[in-house]
Every structure is written in structure tokens, then in C-alpha cells.
């Protein structure tokens, strides 16, 4: 006796006998013990009146910078936004910003591999850790 496959309910098991993945969703198991994307505010670690006034002129600056790296990356210029995610990256670590330094590195590291979908996917979330950045010292100043 044959069984008439039926298609599976949205979000259900695939029917029986097809492969997993084919013709289904390509969203990856998360991880219970994972956050995706984290939106706490992000606050430097420095506390030194002179550093705190250059982490004001960095922050007010930051949304420009994220603009000219997507724009470059958009461009299909990724040496040139990772080189701007490198200067980020370093300016960061001096203003006691590890999460920004961190994602802007992963910039760097996909733009120099010309892996072009994945440095798209690291701006994404390195623009998640700026504007995380920018609500800390917001946070901070108030």
C-alpha cells in the first residue's frame, strides 16, 4: 500500500522521504544558551576625566564612521572598509571599548578575505555594537 506524502505545516518536520533542508527552511537550531543579538548598552572602561572627553568627540563621530564603512562595503570596496573598521578598531581599544574592538576586527578579517556575504554580515553586527556603544554613553551621560 502507498502512502500519499503530504506537505508538512509551516514550521513542521519536512515530509517523510524528503531530505533535510531541500525545498525548506535554511534557519539554523538556536542555541538555548545563546543570546542572537544582544542589545545591552555597551560602556567604556575608562574612567579618566581627559579620556572621557575623547570618548565623547568618539561617540558623537561613530555613526558617521559605521556610514562610511556599510558605504564602502556596499561599494564593493572592502579594503577600504577594512580599513576604516581597522582605525575604528584601534581607536575603540584605546577608549576601553572591547565588544567594538572585537566585532570591528571581524570587519577587517572578512573584508581582507573578500568573503564579501560574510563582511556584510559582520557590518551588520558590528552596526548593532556601535549603536549599543552610542546608548551606553547616552546612559552614561544623563
Keep these: 500500500m502507498v502512502r500519499e506524502q503530504r506537505p508538512a505545516p509551516p514550521g513542521g518536520p519536512p515530509p517523510q522521504g524528503a531530505a533535510a533542508g531541500s525545498n525548506g527552511s535554511r534557519r539554523r537550531p538556536i542555541d538555548p544558551g545563546v543570546n542572537p543579538r544582544r542589545t545591552e548598552p555597551i560602556h567604556s572602561l575608562l574612567v579618566a576625566d581627559e579620556a572621557l572627553e575623547r570618548l565623547d568627540a568618539f561617540v558623537l563621530e561613530l555613526g558617521e564612521r559605521i556610514d562610511l564603512i556599510q558605504e564602502a562595503e556596499h561599494g564593493g570596496q572592502l579594503e577600504e572598509a577594512a580599513k576604516r573598521a581597522a582605525e575604528l578598531a584601534h581607536d575603540?581599544?584605546?577608549?576601553?571599548?572591547?565588544?567594538?574592538?572585537?566585532?570591528?576586527?571581524?570587519?577587517?578579517?572578512?573584508?581582507?578575505?573578500?568573503?564579501?556575504?560574510?563582511?556584510?554580515?559582520?557590518?551588520?553586527?558590528?552596526?548593532?555594537?556601535?549603536?549599543?556603544?552610542?546608548?551606553?554613553?547616552r546612559g552614561s551621560i544623563y
Design 92 to 137: 575603540a581599544q584605546a577608549l576601553g571599548l572591547p565588544p567594538l574592538v572585537e566585532a570591528a576586527e571581524r570587519v577587517v578579517a572578512s573584508c581582507r578575505r573578500g568573503a564579501a556575504a560574510e563582511a556584510h554580515a559582520d557590518i551588520v553586527e558590528l552596526t548593532d555594537v556601535v549603536t549599543r556603544v552610542r546608548l551606553g554613553h
